[in-house]
């Protein structure tokens, strides 16, 4: 068979493997135990300069390549274009949106200095596949290399409507660079319809045709077994201990503003207003740990959310009582999915969410016994895979507040009946079937 080329901003590091790997390096587990693999991306170090030589190490039949970026580079292709300009787009969130020549140039000149490191690298018959929003242009980069591969690329987060896309400053440039892919994976329907709308206005009519939408998925047999393992761990008992007996509701996030954590908070407290009989019942844990805190707005999330807290736990709580425990420091996957599996409600509501892999977690760690009930964001991709949850509109903290309640009184026949709903695709259409079916059609592409 041969090789493999994936690219993505960040190669994981080759010591993580099994339970602590977390992202792509799961989702791409298949591939990667099938077939020779190179991974070339970004090492996660920032040095003087954007390295000119590509580091190796070879685990097995995976070769992880990587360059250390400079700090002009780090800057401006990965906390400016990249998090504070592209992310907030692609989130339907133009408002947020910080655009400067400085930080686009540094974005392509990343994206070249990548291409023009991997282009020597490749075999004549290798698959490439590029990951995400970070390397819109390194399959045009790579053409312009010279490269005659087999390009894929695959955008993790949604694609929002033309009208919003074409706010961004040169949006259009990125819209032709798309168009040197072979095969242009989304995660929904809606992202695949807003992509080809975009394309189309960019006349780039041809590339519509090579966008398809591929909805990621987890290793869900895994995670039951890493949750169920969990429930004899003493971190789990000591967690367990300290509810006493109340119901446990919980959040899962990277501390983001695109995953509605004020208005989830906001939201909470609603039931506890309106909502009585739940008050010193139920406890709320949410885990945050901080992401992108070079980025202004990710910390002025940080201090609206310290606040939240504050107000939450000060309107509500009694002396032997918190209602919500708020954690920003990292919890391990093995222990986060014991957590899961005791949690009545596993409440998700992002503003807008390329797929969200925690609500899949959440139903794959529950006993099917006696599951608990997954509270879900209309906005999340993995709606249309998840049948069973009970969906709310995340800014309107009172349908939040009553979807919560009404999960938590739930019978438990419903519950079962529920949770068979969401299992179905949370374990028949998991990260093995994604990722051959996004290699199978770019494998394809060019056979035909
Ligand atoms: P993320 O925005 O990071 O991913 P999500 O899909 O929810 O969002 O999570 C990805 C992985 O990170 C999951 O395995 C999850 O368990 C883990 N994770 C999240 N919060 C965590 C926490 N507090 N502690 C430990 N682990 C945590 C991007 C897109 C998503 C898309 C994925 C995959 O934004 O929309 O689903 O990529 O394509």
């Known amino acids: 068979m041969n090789r493999l080329v994936v690219v993505a901003n960040r190669v994981p590091n080759p010591r993580e493997r099994g339970a602590t790997a977390g992202g792509l390096a799961v ?13 070339f991306g970004w090492s996660g170090q920032v040095g003087e300069a954007t390295s ?3 580091a190796e190490v070879t685990v097995g039949r995976i070769t992880y390549a990587t360059l250390d970026l400079g700090r002009e580079d780090y800057r401006h292709f990965y906390t400016g ?15 947020l949106a910080v655009f400067s020549r400085e930080d686009h140039a540094g974005y392509r000149r990343v994206n070249q200095a990548f291409a023009a ?3 020597p690298m490749l075999r004549p018959d290798d698959t490439v596949w590029v990951h995400d929003f970070h390397l819109f242009p390194m399959g045009a980069a790579l053409r312009a290399q010279g490269c005659r591969q087999r390009l894929g690329f695959f955008l993790h987060v949604p694609f929002p409507p033309h009208a919003v896309f074409c706010g961004l400053p040169r949006a259009e440039e990125l819209l032709v660079d798309l168009a040197a892919y072979d095969v242009i994976g989304v995660q929904t329907e809606d992202d695949a319809a807003n992509l080809r709308a975009a394309l189309a206005a960019a006349g780039e009519a041809d590339a519509a045709a090579r966008v398809a939408a591929f909805p990621i998925g987890i290793e869900a047999e895994s995670f039951t077994q890493l949750a169920e393992k969990a429930m004899v761990k003493r971190e789990t008992e000591r967690f367990r201990q300290s509810l006493v007996d109340r119901a446990l509701i919980i959040g899962v996030d990277r501390l983001d503003y695109t995953k509605g954590l004020p208005q989830r908070f906001c939201g909470y407290g609603q039931l506890l207003a309106r909502f009585k009989a739940h008050r010193s019942k139920v406890t709320y844990l949410q885990v945050a740990p901080v992401s992108r805190g070079d980025v202004a707005q990710y910390r002025a999330l940080r201090r609206e959310l310290d606040e939240w807290v504050g107000r939450i736990n000060g309107q509500h709580a009694e002396p032997d009582w918190a209602p919500l425990r708020y954690m920003t420091r990292a919890v391990a996957r093995p222990v986060l999915a014991g957590f899961m599996r005791m949690a009545r409600v ?7 969410d390329g797929m969200n892999l925690v609500a899949k977690e959440y139903v794959a760690a529950q006993d099917p016994e006696d599951p608990g009930v997954l509270v879900l964001s209309r906005f999340a991709g993995a709606v ?3 049948p069973g949850a009970l969906l709310v509109n995340p800014l309107d903290p009172d349908e939040i507040a009553e979807a919560l309640d009404q999960a938590l009184t739930m019978r438990p026949a419903e ?14 259409d998991g990260a093995r079937a994604w990722c051959r079916a996004f290699l199978s059609r770019l494998e394809g592409a060019n056979d035909a």
């Open 52 to 54: 000119a030589e590509v």
């Open 384 to 386: 249309a895979q998840l």
């Open 27 to 39: 989702a791409l587990k298949d591939a990667l135990s099938r077939r020779e693999v190179m991974w």
């Open 415 to 428: 519950r079962k009946a529920r949770w068979e709903d969401c299992a179905v695709s949370v374990f028949r």
């Open 346 to 352: 596993g409440l998700v509501t992002p503003l807008r």
């Open 117 to 119: 490191a991997l282009a």
């Open 81 to 95: 274009f990249s998090n504070a300009c592209l992310w907030p787009t692609l989130h339907y969130r133009l408002g």
